[in-house]
């Protein structure tokens, strides 16, 4: 009876040795900033996909291959030194949005591996409401990463962009 209860005990655990080996979780990151003026004016500093530098402090430069057009790759020189490619997923002026993902990461100057993102403006009372979600992955996918490539090291790199952007974008705009 004890060996059946031994080798019983030994099959669960080595059963849950996988669940403790798995790789990354995505991870997701939703800002927003509520803007006191009109929805045009707002998609019309934002709207462009190689605009990014216009109004984000936080890249030095931005230029994309072909406009907003799907597939356009857009390189953003960070001002911190390095830099990212993205990739037009969609664009639609009409709706005031346009998604993208990491074409080409550098995970020395920003600590994630993978992202898509989306940036978006709707109309809300006496104003706009600019929603800038991602979902992503650390830097490292291994099961051990280093500190500075962890989950928590992407979701600071993530949130700390997308603010930097937000809040200079309200400060600029509401002058």
């Known amino acids: 009876m004890n060996i059946r209860i031994r080798a019983a005990a030994l099959a669960a655990g080595l059963l849950a040795l996988p669940a403790l080996a798995h790789g990354p979780t995505p991870h997701k990151a939703d800002e927003t900033v509520v803007i006191a003026r009109p929805p045009t004016d707002v998609w019309k500093a934002i709207g462009d996909f190689d605009g990014l530098a216009r109004w984000n402090p ?39 949005s346009y998604s993208y993902r990491l074409y080409q990461e550098n995970v020395e100057v920003f600590p994630v591996s993978y992202y898509t993102a989306e940036l978006s403006v709707k109309a809300t ?20 990463p280093p500190e500075n490539l962890n989950d928590e090291a992407a979701q600071q790199a993530i949130h700390r962009f997308f603010r930097t952007g937000l809040d200079h974008l309200k400060k600029t705009l509401e002058k």
């Open 58 to 96: 936080a890249v030095k430069q931005s230029a994309a291959s072909n406009g907003n057009a799907p597939g356009s790759e857009r390189t953003v020189v960070l001002a911190t030194g390095g830099q990212l490619v993205d990739s037009l997923d969609t664009y639609d002026a009409a709706a005031m």
């Open 125 to 144: 009372d006496g104003g706009s409401e600019v929603l800038w979600s991602a979902r992503f992955y650390r830097g490292d996918t291994h099961n051990d």
